[in-house]
């Protein structure tokens, strides 16, 4: 009997810890959540141009920094001065029904952002990620 009790107190104790561990507190954790994130310095430019599906659309601000290939899906890198929502609107409006694309789903966040593409052979998403001086683009590609 004294063991059940002893182990009975035992748990008793864990999950008050646990739950004191989960709660409260407030002050930094909303911080996060009004700070976008510091994602280091820009990366530079990379040299030439992406190699992107026909007429994809670039929207003004775009400086793409680098590309690799893993077996058919391309994924391209780049960032865009200004904020999230400006390059969300943006990339949404432009692979809306035009130039041959259209938008397949979508999804946008307080800090990060994806516009999901299909169209001249292929299907993708555009990945937005905020940061506090720029918007990091990941643009990824893949045959339909």
Do not use: W
């Amino acid at each position: 009997m004294r063991r059940r009790s002893f182990a009975l107190i035992l748990v008793v104790a864990a999950a008050t810890f646990a739950v004191a561990g989960c709660g409260g507190g407030g002050g930094d954790s909303d911080k996060g959540a009004e700070e976008a994130a510091d994602c280091g310095e820009a990366p530079a430019a990379m040299p030439g141009s992406p190699q992107l599906p026909a007429q994809f659309p670039t929207p003004s601000g775009v400086t793409y920094t680098g590309q690799e290939k893993d077996g058919p899906t391309t994924k391209v890198s780049g960032y865009r001065d200004g904020d999230l929502d400006e390059a969300y609107d943006e990339y949404d409006s432009a692979l809306d029904g035009k130039n041959g694309y259209s938008v397949t789903d979508k999804e946008k966040e307080e800090d990060d952002a994806e516009v999901n593409f299909s169209g001249h052979g292929t299907t993708g998403q555009v990945k937005l990620q905020e940061c506090s001086d720029r918007t990091n683009v990941t643009i990824t590609v893949r045959p339909a």
